[in-house]
């Protein structure tokens, strides 16, 4: 890949990783091999799909300040450019599950609090007082087309209802408490 994509922080690289299909076949999700800093603020990530075995390079600026802070997520108030709408809110559906099978109370609560991370994100692409979020939101096709055909799921009272039943930690407290954040989908 040979276009530079654009990222709040090295945590949000991550979350990126698992919401984007594999350029071979399609599914996945791509783990991270490694992240190596290649000049000022650009990094090279090197992924493996976890179906199919390829691997690929990711090449991104990371424009947070915090850039070797890997528990920020996303210091600015600006939304994504990496990471639309719609995979905001499949990455919340991918916590609450991870929270609903946790083995431990301990895991629940972090993948319940990254969940609610991931709606607060995701309440970025929102104006003040509007009900449906703002144009361009949805920058991949299957956000698009999930919009189109259920735009009720993406009401803003919806996400902030759903925001309201989710515990919630600083951020960086939540991470510090246990394994990095990345690191579930290896347990």
């Known amino acids: 890949m040979t276009d530079v994509l654009r990222a709040h ?3 949000e690289i991550h979350y990126y990783l698992l919401v984007m299909p594999c350029a071979a076949c399609g599914k ?19 992924t493996r799909c976890g179906t199919c075995g390829h691997e690929q390079s990711l090449h991104v600026v990371c424009d947070g300040p915090e850039l070797d802070d890997e528990t920020a997520l996303n210091p600015t108030d600006l939304p994504s450019e990496l990471i639309d709408l719609g995979q905001w809110l499949s990455l919340h559906a991918l916590m609450q ?5 946790a083995q ?10 990254r969940a609610a ?14 009900e449906l979020p703002r144009t361009g ?5 299957a956000s698009d087309t999930a919009f189109r055909e259920h735009p009720e799921r993406f009401a ?32």
């Open 156 to 187: 803003h009272r919806r996400l902030i209802d759903l925001h309201g039943q989710l515990p919630h930690l600083p951020r960086q407290a939540a991470d510090r408490a246990g394994p990095k954040w990345w690191q579930f989908w290896r347990t």
């Open 28 to 46: 996945g999700p791509c783990a991270s091999q490694g992240i190596d800093r290649t000049a000022g603020d650009r990094v090279s990530v090197r």
């Open 97 to 101: 599950n991870r929270a609903r099978q």
């Open 137 to 141: 939101a949805m920058f991949s096709h």
């Open 9 to 11: 922080s090295l945590s």
């Open 104 to 113: 431990t109370p301990f895991q629940a609560h972090q993948d319940a609090c």
């Open 117 to 130: 991370v991931c709606l607060e994100e995701a309440l970025r692409f929102y104006e003040d007082g509007q």
